[in-house]
């Protein structure tokens, strides 16, 4: 039986905090579906995951890909390498969540593997969906802006080794690849890509305040993007528990001020003019205007089943993950070299 004759099995690997995230979301997107299996090396996780999502617990990775039509992959980063291959030796469309790898080698080879698939595959840069995100694009490239000319984005939580997170692996090189920049300001990264245009060099620095050997706890960066804007990126993983994760984003443009704060996903969004007016959206009212605007469906997993199931392209796809991953290597390639210029297109 193919893919399209019915609904599809849903596999996953990995049951932890982000499995569940999208197994709620794929609940809540009411996009039919059957729960297949699910594997955890945790076995305990994996019960606690089947009981809600009413999947069934299997006994390896590669039963719950046998036995799947399109598979998440949300084990630790350094095991997303050796699932993704497995997924496209089974032929299996896969979810694979950021970032894709430890390293920026492996993330070209998986970029190589998946787009020469001609699999269907979504990475997990999750706000490429966000409500704020698409609002703020638009405002930035409406032509009454002028042209963007600097941005100032801050990200700062609690380094997740605690609080709800819990996650031992996140202090664990190995595991992890590296600290605040790969592991959550990916996300950032690729979001400055995604508001402003590409990145053309970089300059950063790095601390290791927590002493956990090579997970940078805070990185300063700064951008040339090619267009001609600046910018900064500052993303702190420090101790405070009441701060589980909290961006703050400014863009200048030649004519309007765009300010992304609060919520990730319900704003609010703030603009002022150089005419005087002002605006503001937020919570409902902000989903419903950029529904619209949201690659195949608002809900990302939704998106995913949706083009899995029609063998289309996923979005966001490897290609948009491989191009966060050249400028975070850059970063940290500076960062290695007190804070030297690196030409983002030199790394390969
Ligand atoms: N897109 C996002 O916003 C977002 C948010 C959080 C985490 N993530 C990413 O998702 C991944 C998982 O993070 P998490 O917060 O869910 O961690 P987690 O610790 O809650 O869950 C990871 C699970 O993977 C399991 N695991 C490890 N290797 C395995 C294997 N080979 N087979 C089966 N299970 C295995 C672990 O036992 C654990 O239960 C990481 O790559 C992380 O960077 C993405």
Known sequence: M?????????????????????S???K???????????????????????QSSGSTVMNSEAEVIASSDIVYICTWTNEHQRLVDMCIAAGKPFFCEKPLSTGFDQ??????????????????LILRRSPAYLWARELITD????????????????????????????GDVEKAGAGTLLEHSIHDVDMLRFLIGDVASVSARATYQHGIEGIEDCVAASVQFA??????????????LSRPSLRHVEVFCENRTVI????????????????????????????AKTAP????????????????????????????ALEAHRIVEAMYESARNEGANINVASVK
């Open 260 to 287: 992304i704060a609060g919520d990730d996903w319900f704003g609010p969004i703030t603009w002022s003019d150089s005419d005087g007016s002002t605006g503001s959206l937020e919570g409902e009212e902000l989903l």
């Open 227 to 240: 267009n001609g804007a600046i910018g900064t990126l500052t993303t702190i993983w420090h101790d405070n």
């Open 293 to 320: 605007l949201a690659h195949t469906h608002a809900n990302p997993d939704a998106a995913f089943v949706l083009t899995a199931m029609n063998k289309e392209s996923g979005f966001p796809d490897f290609s948009i």
């Open 143 to 170: 032509p009454a802006a002028g042209a963007p000319m600097a941005v100032v984005f801050r990200d700062d939580q609690f380094i997740p080794i605690q609080g709800h997170y819990k996650s031992t692996w996140r």
């Open 2 to 22: 193919t893919i399209a004759d019915r609904p599809p099995i849903v596999g996953f690997i990995g049951t932890g905090h982000i499995a569940t995230f999208h």
């Open 24 to 26: 709620k979301m794929l």
């Open 107 to 124: 993330a070209r080879e998986m970029y190589d593997a998946a787009s020469g698939s001609g699999l269907t595959h979504q990475c997990g």
């Open 28 to 50: 809540r997107s009411g996009v039919e579906m059957i729960r297949g299996g699910c594997y955890d090396i945790d076995t305990a996780r994996a019960e606690v995951f089947a």
